[in-house]
């Protein structure tokens, strides 16, 4: 089992910034693909990004690329998804999920854990 943690939601104006935070408990934390999705009121939970156990790849939906970036530090059981220049459209509920698959994977379903997701709202 492995329990995830999101922080550092909150609200935000177009164009400023936030860092989420997912902090994992349990099992090997560098064994787990970890992946970023969001879920705007009304709409199917979607994609972010994920990053590879090692770090070493990361992949990114359209919408955010290069806007945002994922980041892990297995030392401290913990991904981050730092957001640079926000938008009203990024407002959701973001998760963080664990996979147990050893490669990128944009699918929801192929995520086994998930955290509970925090609140990010950019205004206008």
């Known amino acids: 089992q492995v329990q995830l943690v999101e922080s550092g939601g909150g609200l935000v104006q177009a164009g400023g910034s936030l860092r989420l935070s997912c902090a994992a408990s349990g099992r090997t934390f560098s064994n787990y693909v970890m992946g970023w999705f969001r879920q705007a009121p009304g709409k199917e939970r979607e994609f972010v990004a994920v990053i590879t156990g090692n770090g070493v790849t990361t992949y990114y939906a359209g919408s955010v690329k290069g806007r945002f970036t994922i980041s892990r530090d297995n030392a401290k059981n913990t991904v981050y998804l730092q957001m640079n220049s926000l938008k009203p459209e990024d407002t959701a509920v973001y998760y963080c999920?664990?996979?147990?698959?050893?490669?990128?994977?944009?699918?929801?379903?192929?995520?086994?854990?998930w955290g509970q997701g925090t609140q990010v709202t950019v205004s206008s």
């Open positions: 999920a664990a996979s147990t698959l050893k490669s990128v994977v944009t699918n929801f379903s192929a995520y086994n854990y």
